[in-house]
C-alpha cells in the first residue's frame, strides 16, 4: 500500500528531530488539491499549465452557468493534476451579495475507500 506525504506548507520544523514536517496520506492530497485550486494557470514559473482558472470565474456575474463552469474548471484540474485523487462530487454554493463562492469536494485516495472532505472558501479580493 502507497504512503503518500508532502511537505507541510507552513515550513514548520519538528522540534525533536529538526526535519521539515510532513502532511501525510489525506491531509497530503487536501494539500495538494487546495494548492492546484488556489494556483493560476501560468502563474508557477516554468510550469504554466499547472494550476486551475477559478479566480477569474469569481469575477464574473454568478449565475447557474458560472456554477457549472467552475465545477467542471476544478473537476479538470483534478483529474489532471492530482492523481492520488478518486473525485466522487464537487458541490459550489455561491453568494453573489458576498462576493464569495463555497466549494465542498468529496474524493477517495487511490489507496483507500474512505471518502474524504476538502471545504474551500473562494473570495474574490478587490
Partial sequence: MAT???????FAFLPSTGDLALKKEADSVKQSIK???LTDKGERLMQPDIGCK?????FENFTPQTSIVARQTIEETIQQFEPRAQLIN???????DSNYMFVSILFNL???KDEQVLNLELARIR
Fill in 35 to 37: 494548492n492546484l485550486i
Fill in 54 to 58: 477559478i479566480r477569474s470565474l469569481l
Fill in 4 to 10: 503518500f506525504t508532502d511537505f507541510n506548507n507552513s
Fill in 110 to 112: 487511490i489507496n483507500n
Fill in 90 to 96: 464537487i458541490q459550489i454554493s455561491a453568494s453573489p
